[in-house]
């Protein structure tokens, strides 16, 4: 790229939008023949499946690979190697790789507070995107992101992958169909065995790790080892606790399940139990959902430690999945990817399956048809599961409950909880902003 389109890209990250499909380097829209070149962007943690799963493909090459830490880069370019046909291109800067008109799309495993500008920032290069759950750090980012899918006419896939799950989508269709009777009521439940994080000393930034990048959008603060790889999940300035780290995925279950998007009403309540240590965020929280017109109600509960296995998983650690309530009887969503059903006071087995399911193919099938409905986990799907963390988060912090206006997305009466959705206590730091004009 010309360095003039070098300026002109760091100047839009700061609110001033150029179009940039034309930047694609998608060449053939549609061709089934066409390999798609991807770069991920965050590549410790869960990017680690992004490249095996992009790399996996016969459509799909991983050209690029970007990450804050240059260890890490190290690290898979030797750990990873299979997955890479060809050279691969390495970057530290985001928007270095936005500008290789030889990527077609990017997959986003970034923390939190980067997903909604990344995603922005890759529809304005023409990119096509998938990006991790959640897809935004606050309700206001997500809805730009979805507004920017559909003004670049992106494809832009949500990381919500039990949406590409056939039991998944076997068990939404049963609901519908009135299986287990007028379904009033879903349940997620989030039990994670989460140890204390303890107290990590302020340090020097490590050797090859660009901070203040990782920081990007959020305030800034001295390195700590709690504010890094990992940890940084139970920090606000970057992470949503464990209802936006694993939660998501339930709620989206739940969500999809009741045939809902987001509510009238939300209330929560929990806190951080049993450590002193560096986490912000909730351990344990218990959040309510009321859509008094559909006459419907979802619950989410994240539980840390010693807890009953509500799912009879049989499992002493982690319990993950969903109960859908109905009046003939219950489903039971185990995990991302099975359900049992149940019918009557007896609770007589009936129904039930299990199957994977794979996102990113979907993703990349969308890619090449330009077909965004054919996507499993389109963003606006995401974008509303997202914000029922988000509208959690907000009522445990300001310890009220919450009247929503699902259509303008926002509180009819609580400006601080506004505040905390739209992130405006935070202010973004330059040149990380949600661009004002998308």
Not at 382 to 392: I, K, R, T, Y
Not at 400 to 426: G, M, V, W, Y
């Amino acid at each position: 790229m010309e360095q003039n389109n070098r300026r002109t890209f760091l100047k839009s990250t700061t609110g001033t939008v150029i179009g940039f499909g034309v930047l694609s380097g998608l060449k053939a829209l549609g061709d089934a023949n066409q390999v798609v070149r991807v770069g991920v962007a965050g590549i410790r943690g869960r990017g680690r499946s992004h490249i095996e799963a992009f790399g996996g493909m016969k459509d799909a090459a991983v050209v690029a690979l970007c990450d804050v830490d240059e260890s890490v880069i190290k690290q898979r370019l030797e750990s990873h190697a299979k997955y890479l046909k060809q050279p691969v291109k390495t970057y530290t800067d985001y928007r270095e790789m936005l500008e290789d008109p030889n990527i077609d799309a990017v997959s986003i495993a970034t923390p939190n507070h980067w997903h909604s500008i990344m995603g922005i920032w890759a529809c304005q290069a023409g990119k096509d995107a998938y990006v991790e759950k959640p897809c935004s750090h606050n309700l206001y980012e997500g809805r730009k992101l979805v507004e920017a899918a559909r003004k670049y006419d992106r494809i832009v896939q949500h990381g919500t992958q039990a949406r590409s799950s056939s039991a998944f989508k076997e068990a939404m269709q049963m609901l519908r169909d009135g299986t287990i009777g007028e379904v009033y009521y879903a349940k997620g439940l989030c039990y994670k065995w989460r140890d204390t994080i303890g107290h990590a000393p302020e340090e020097p930034v490590p050797d090859g790790v660009h901070y203040d990048y990782w920081m990007g959008p959020a305030p800034k603060r001295p390195f700590t080892r709690n504010r890094f790889h990992y940890n940084w999940h139970w920090q606000w300035d970057y992470g949503s606790g464990d209802i936006g780290n694993q939660g998501v995925h339930e709620m989206d279950i739940a969500r999809c399940g009741l045939g809902v998007g987001l509510p009238k009403l939300a209330q929560a309540a929990g806190g951080h139990f049993m450590f002193d240590d560096d986490q912000e965020t909730p351990n344990t929280l218990v959040a309510t959902f009321k859509y008094p017109d559909e006459n419907k109600m979802l619950v989410f509960e994240v539980r840390h430690w010693i807890t009953n296995d509500e799912l009879q998983l049989g499992s002493k650690e982690n319990v993950i999945g969903n109960v859908f309530l109905g009046s003939k009887g219950i489903m039971i969503s185990s995990g991302y990817f099975g359900y049992k059903v149940f019918f009557g006071k007896e609770r007589t087995p009936g129904p039930a399956n299990r199957s994977n399911g794979d996102t990113f193919t979907n993703f990349i099938q969308c890619v090449k048809s330009r077909k965004r409905e054919d996507l499993d986990a389109e963003i606006l799907e995401g974008h509303l599961s997202a914000g029922l963390c988000h509208l959690a988060n907000a009522a445990y912090r300001v310890e009220s409950t919450l009247h929503f206006d699902p259509e303008k997305e926002r509180c009819l009466d609580n400006r601080k909880a506004n505040d905390i959705l739209q992130d405006k206590d935070r202010r973004y730091r330059s040149p990380y902003a949600i661009p004002k004009k998308i």
